[in-house]
């Protein structure tokens, strides 16, 4: 009896129920100096995803400079185009730095004796709302950095012209702005795949590291925390309900994936391990059952970000579990996509004169259309004008 007491106990100190008010929380007068702090720095965090969205960069011109060498107006329209590119990059990385700054600000309010993690984030909620920012935000540029394969492509052309002009003794301007030490520290960092989330991590091992008089239990109980009521508000309408907004369990499912994440690389198990205060199952679960275009980004990052995932301590059902979450997400997006490309395929065929089945599908006697069928474009790639 005293053992499952004592099993008891521990589940409900491991998933704490409680309401984080991610939309309303407001700095009391003890959390207002660093609140402050942090602020200032997230106020730029939509600047800096709006400059990466509309990042479009100078595949063109770098092309047509390297296709021809001995070209000097080509050579110069690309450097042209590539340097304010440069700038803006430089900007996105610097950015890093500051937050890196403020992650570290947070840990230590949420995390200081004597109250517990629990109590910390359950009172000091505007600095646990501005800690989820953070993760949402990180989330979001990286979901947008690895969809533009142009930033690394521009990067690296920088980089190798800087080199043959500095051989040249060729001035540049640039080089004012972006030094050979920045631009070693920028190519490092958008090297990684998940370069914002690599900083958060390494940021929050940095700080684990340096509070030496800090128990590593502090920190990792934080994530842990969070991630358990943030797991908790989704699957429970008594909690998701109080929400205003739909944008709001997308970020909440964003910070429950960042915590995770930050979780498995600073504890020394990881986030999968059966004596992790995370429930990894619980959490899979809750992404399993929303919306495919809202969280398969999410489980690809548990894949492909964490550290511990294919460790051999990590129970096998755990894996096969996000392994065949991920698949049914696979499935119904390409389910969709073929649906769309099946119905534009026939409102073509009709328009076309071709012929139809009873049912209104395209006969497959039209060659073009049975391409149709199997392409896996959505609509829009027809660049036609719907009918």
């Known amino acids: 009896m005293g053992n499952l007491l004592k099993v008891l106990t521990r589940e409900i100190e491991n998933y704490p129920h409680f309401f984080l008010d991610f939309e309303n929380a407001q700095p009391t007068d003890g959390e207002r100096e660093v ?79 004597p109250l517990t993690p629990t109590q910390h984030l359950e009172r000091e909620q505007a600095l646990a709302k501005q800690f989820a920012e953070i993760l949402h935000f ?75 008089t800090l128990p590593l239990e502090n920190t990792t109980d934080c994530l842990s925390t969070m991630a358990s009521v943030c797991k908790v508000m989704l699957e429970t ?41 995370i429930d990894m199952k619980g959490c899979i679960k809750v992404l399993k059952d929303q919306p495919a275009d809202n969280v398969e980004g999410l489980l690809n990052a548990l894949k492909f970000t964490t550290k511990h995932l294919n460790d051999e301590t990590t129970p096998k059902n755990i894996r096969t579990m996000l392994q065949q979450t991920l698949k049914i997400f696979h499935l119904r997006v390409c389910r969709l996509a073929h649906n769309e490309t099946h119905n534009h395929s026939n409102r073509l065929c009709r328009r076309e004169g071709l012929k139809t089945t009873a049912g209104g599908d395209v006969s497959l006697r039209a060659p073009w259309c049975v391409l149709s069928l199997f392409c896996v474009q959505t609509p829009a790639a027809f660049e036609l004008n719907p009918l």
């Open 35 to 113: 609140w402050n702090q942090v602020n200032s720095v997230l106020q730029e965090s939509e600047s800096i995803l709006g400059g990466l969205q509309s990042y479009k960069g100078a595949g063109q011109e770098i092309r047509d400079a390297i296709q021809n060498p001995s070209d000097h107006s080509l050579q110069e329209k690309a450097w042209n185009s590539v340097c304010p590119l440069v700038i803006k990059l430089k900007r996105f990385y610097s950015f890093s730095l500051k937050l890196e700054k403020a992650l570290q600000s947070l840990l230590e309010s949420l995390t200081c004796p």
């Open 138 to 212: 990180t989330l979001r540029f990286d979901e947008l950095k690895m969809r533009n394969p142009a930033i690394q492509n521009d990067f690296s052309y920088y980089r190798r012209t800087i080199s043959r002009n500095q051989i040249n003794n060729m001035n540049l301007d640039i080089e004012n702005e972006v030094n050979n030490e920045m631009a070693n520290r920028m190519s490092l960092f958008y090297a990684e795949a998940t370069p914002m989330l690599k900083t958060l991590s390494n940021a929050t091992t940095s700080f684990v590291t340096e509070n030496k």
């Open 237 to 277: 309408p008594e909690y998701s309900s109080r929400f205003s907004s739909e944008d709001t369990l997308l970020f909440c499912m964003r910070v429950m994936v960042g915590v995770i994440i930050l979780y498995d690389h600073v504890h020394p198990n990881g986030a999968f391990n059966k004596s992790s205060k």
